[in-house]
């Protein structure tokens, strides 16, 4: 019987605490032994040692403050393990994980697997359950295999990644630098798989305004890293936008086309008409995303989630602008 590999499972945090538990015990949760737990503390104001150390895992520090990119990336020169599994210390990761895996591995022969979300929030408000269904949407309207990666549960071969440039370490954020790994791995030649079926569930609460402001900082370093990947050709490899849909992109336009033209009419009203032509075609756009939410949710939730939606359009479509002229204007790559 072959040697089974040995699983290292890699999570960043940064003043974590009071989600932290939670993930370490559904690491602990797993049936398998062959794996280890390394906790990368990204020079926290905190005290979380005694924590990581109590629920079983190894504590490794950073000198200062350098971002998940880079914790991550101290993580895997820790780690024993053939095969590296990243996720965050607000996510819960699900029952019989590594089992699963390990056959997902075996049964593609891919470099790397990618999960997804659960539809379950553990908060009952309506930023944080609307977030955490887009999460779960728009990630299994892709195919099953994909050009991008979410750390809050990707699971890779070591080897390879340090055959590859890994994660961006210049984003300091926790913001895209997750989906630099996606980059590096497909521009080494290696392929990810999406396992839909091993869901995370997403330990994040969201009010309005933690909501629009990640929605704009997020957009902003979008831009500036799909810039970057124009520079090195990767988007023009047959690689798509990560889980940013055309119809999701085409509505940030849409919208401000709509604004525009409805304000516009204000000083000549015949021009409120193009106004309604455009809302009617964001309508259009995001039919599919709406009426998941009122199958999912109900009707009431869908039509909040429409109102949202428009909202979010523009705070994206600001982070874009924003990202894009300190890109191509002021020379900031990051």
Known sequence: MPKKDFYSIVIPVYNGARTLRKTLESVRRQEDDDFEIIVVDDASTEDLRSLIEEMGAVYHRLPENSGPATARTAGVAAAHGEVIVFTDSDVWLPDHLIENLRKVFAETGVECVQGSFSKHCP????????????????????????????????????????????????????????RTLGESLISSGGKIYLAKGLEVVHDKFLDPKRFYRSQFHRSRDLAKLMQRQKESKFLEKGTSFGTNTRSAMLRLPVVAATLFFLLLGFFYPPVWGLALIFLAIYCWLTRKWIGFLKRTKGLWFSIRGQMVDFTDAIATGLGVAVGMFEYRVLGKRY
């Open 123 to 178: 908060y009952s408000n309506f930023y944080s359950q609307y977030k955490n269904l887009y999460n779960h949407y728009v990630i299994n309207q892709l195919g099953d295999y994909i050009d991008t990666t979410y750390t809050s549960l990707t699971a890779v071969r070591k080897d390879f990644f340090l055959n590859g440039n890994g994660f961006d370490r210049n984003i300091r954020a926790a913001s895209v630098e997750d």
